[in-house]
């Protein structure tokens, strides 16, 4: 399994990092087999799990049970889970709780959005042995305050404040970054200058690594087409016609057949 060093010697070495986001069980068997680097449980979970519209519902039980669940399937990789909406925004006595709860959970490191008033929690939770994950550029837990889910810096004063929050959070202890949705030539410049590994999504082919959520990667989720997105498979006509021949299947009797049923000895007649 990596480890936060692996991050940076990667980005050393020029080699691309992998990272998808991964919510239950089963799926984490999937990504352990997988040569995939690390493992995100985005609060993307509040969407993609459970068909909240934002990801503004996700809240800190939510996360550390699909922490768990993924904990348990991905024995072999690194995992960092999400701090959701608003959880460490409170006292340091709350968002320490919820660091706590996704950390025994099974998370290997924490990730949080956006840098104003987290750097302070951020040196606190790198002094206290948690390793932290920031996120900048378009933050989803940020969808109200940005009006929608646009991408970020590109006049000169938003690159300007991306570039500094970038460096505040290298400054507080993150120990990598994601940078959503901005230009390539912003995440490029971001990518060279920080001395922490850059993961990107929507943020062009020169960051450190990317990441992608399971169910668009698979092409699983038919609602949602972003342009960083690639399909990899076509998961969802897959699945529904794999569900389509099993429903054939039955109402045709071609199943189940012999192989699939269990012999007896034959039974006395009981009356
Ligand atoms: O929650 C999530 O899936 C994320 C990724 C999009 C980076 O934060």
Redesign the pocket.
């Known amino acids: 399994m990596m480890n936060i060093f692996d991050f940076n010697k990667k980005k050393a070495a020029g080699e691309k990092l992998t990272m998808v ?1 991964c919510y239950d069980y089963t799926s984490a068997q999937l990504v352990n087999k997988s040569e995939i680097d690390c493992i ?1 449980v ?4 509040a969407m993609t799990m459970h068909g909240f519209p934002s ?1 503004v519902h996700a809240t800190v039980d939510m996360m550390a049970m699909h922490t768990a669940a993924v904990a348990r399937g991905a024995k072999d990789k690194f995992i960092v889970g ?1 701090l959701p909406f608003l959880a460490y925004r409170k006292s340091l006595t709350e968002n320490v709780n919820a660091v706590q709860a996704i950390m025994q959970a099974g998370a290997h490191a924490v ?1 949080l959005e956006g840098a104003s008033g987290n750097t302070g929690f951020i040196q606190h939770l790198a002094d206290s042995g948690v390793p932290v994950m920031g ?1 900048i550029g378009l933050t ?1 837990q940020f969808v109200h305050l940005l009006g929608g889910y646009h991408v970020q810096g590109k006049t000169d004063e938003s690159a300007k404040r991306l570039m500094e929050e970038a460096y505040a959070l290298q400054q507080a202890g993150c120990f990598s970054l ?1 940078l ?1 949705c901005v230009p390539t030539e912003l995440a490029t410049q971001i990518t060279k200058e920080l001395k922490v590994a850059t993961i990107g ?1 929507g943020a062009g082919p020169n960051t450190d690594g990317q ?1 992608l ?1 399971f169910q668009d990667l698979l092409g699983l989720n038919t609602d949602f087409k972003p342009k960083f997105v690639k399909k990899f498979m076509n998961g969802a006509d897959l699945v529904t016609a794999a569900l389509d021949d099993y429903h054939n299947a039955v109402t045709t009797g071609a199943f189940p057949d012999a192989e699939h049923s269990f012999g007896s000895k034959k039974l006395a007649k009981t009356a």
């Open positions: 986001t995100l985005g609060d993307s979970l990801t999400d990730k996120h989803p994601v959503e999504i990441v959520v």
